[in-house]
């Protein structure tokens, strides 16, 4: 090419990368001109896994004839892993006589070049040129500016695609359900005791935490938490700490010690990622009629008495989970009256807003519960998630809001 080719084909590249985000054939096409315009026998296109950042995938690859070794594409796979493994940037290497590629006994050569946009690796961009004319690829003097193109039309492809949007939206609105159905369909039966959970997310999934379930000696265990954040990653650890804590809670261990345990298992890889987790569990015991509980940075439960209409709030500290790795943690126990009402919350309810910016509060929420306090728990939540709602209206919902409530019958 003389250099007014050299801009046209430049041009025409960055003409269609303005399109991709509509359509990511047109990647296809881009690899196609590469491809035959260099004279490259094959050239590929990969772009890193949009959710995790683990591996990648072949987004367009094009050979220029049939007759080129039947294992290229096999190989292009091999040779991507390979470079990203070992962090390389290729010029025209020969990949004859490298141990880890025993299958090439003929001159091959390969240009690989990482794309990376803003310190972060979006893709690979791979030219396989013959030996008959092995420095086609090192003479394209504007190579650089393709790859830097190429970077850029990627990294739009890959945060705002349509394509890309819809995937993810499915994606989401997948982990949404599993973690929907998380939360108990069929509550507990205990006697004398009526029980009523909800949880409402901010997004698509949430990093609020709602459990309740029978433990071998059949206490009622209650759990809610709150992750810090929202999105996957806060949804992520729920279901980690949802699976730690029933296995540890399941024999009846005291909450402080199952709390402990969370932290313990939790701790090192919470710590990385700079998240930290508020935890309350407890459980009921229905014979005695009382609720043995342990915080971890979470709000203290409360407990209406509906025959005096008072209220108690609890002042039990403790650190959130992931805090320290030797963190112990205390238990309390709460003896519960006939037609007493405990609530158990996540920051999102009292912290909810309007759109004058007021939150909901704490006495709104006992203000509710105690002029609903004749109703079964059902019927008491049904109530505050009316009053909830109207306050809230039509402004957007920041945090996730989850709330659990016992009500002592017989």
């Known amino acids: 090419m003389n250099e007014c080719e050299e801009y046209k084909f430049l041009y025409n590249i960055c003409s269609q990368l303005i399109k991709v ?12 001109d590469l491809c035959t315009s260099f004279g490259a026998i094959a050239s590929s296109l990969w772009i890193v896994n949009t ?44 990949l004859k006589g490298n141990s880890d590629f025993k299958e090439v006994t003929d001159d091959i050569h390969i240009t690989s070049s ?34 830097r193109e190429l970077g850029h039309g990627l990294y739009n492809y890959k945060y705002y695609s349509n394509d890309q949007s819809k995937r993810i939206k499915k994606e989401l609105e997948f982990a949404g359900k599993v973690q929907h159905n998380l939360l108990p369909k069929n509550l507990p ?58 296995v540890t809670a399941k024999a009846d261990s005291l909450p402080h010690l199952v709390l402990n ?3 313990l298992q939790l701790f090192e890889d919470m710590a990385k990622q700079e998240m930290f987790l508020t935890l309350l569990y407890g459980w009921y015991e229905p014979f005695s009629h009382t609720f043995i509980f342990s915080s971890a940075g979470h709000h ?44 158990i919350y996540s920051d999102g309810l009292i912290e909810a807003v309007n ?39 039509d402004h957007v919902q920041l945090d996730d809001i989850s709330c659990i409530i016992l009500k002592v019958g017989e």
Not at 57 to 75: E, G
Not at 306 to 317: A, C, D, P, R, T
């Open 300 to 343: 203290n439960p409360i407990i209406i008495h509906s025959q005096s209409g008072e209220y108690e709030k609890f002042n039990l500290k403790g650190l959130f989970i992931g805090g320290r790795p030797d963190t112990k943690y205390k238990s309390k126990g709460i003896r519960l009256n006939k037609d007493d009402i405990l609530i």
């Open 114 to 147: 990482p794309l990376v946009v803003k310190n972060e690796l979006i893709g690979i961009l791979n030219i396989w040129c013959n030996s008959e004319d092995p420095n086609r690829c090192r003479n394209i003097d504007f190579l650089p500016r393709i790859i």
């Open 261 to 263: 345990e969370v932290n």
């Open 21 to 32: 985000q509509d359509n990511k054939e047109i990647f296809n096409t881009i690899i196609h």
């Open 51 to 94: 959710l995790d950042d683990v591996g990648f995938n072949r987004i367009a690859y094009y050979q220029s004839s049939q007759n080129v070794h039947s294992f290229l594409p096999t190989l292009d796979f091999k040779l991507t892993h390979f470079v990203t493994k070992n962090k390389l940037n290729l010029s025209c290497y020969n």
């Open 355 to 393: 759109d004058q910016d007021q939150q909901f509060g704490l006495n709104n929420l006992i203000e509710v519960v105690i002029r609903n306090s004749f109703y079964k728990a059902t019927e008491i939540m049904d109530s505050l998630w009316l009053h909830l709602g109207q306050h809230i209206g």
């Open 189 to 246: 039966e205990i006697k004398g005791l009526s029980i009523a959970i909800r949880s409402r997310m901010a997004r698509e999934v949430g990093g609020d935490y709602v459990d309740v379930f029978k433990t071998e000696r059949n206490n009622l265990g209650i759990a809610i938490g709150d992750v810090m954040g929202k999105g996957i990653p806060a949804a992520l650890w729920t279901t980690v700490a949802r699976a730690i804590l029933r």
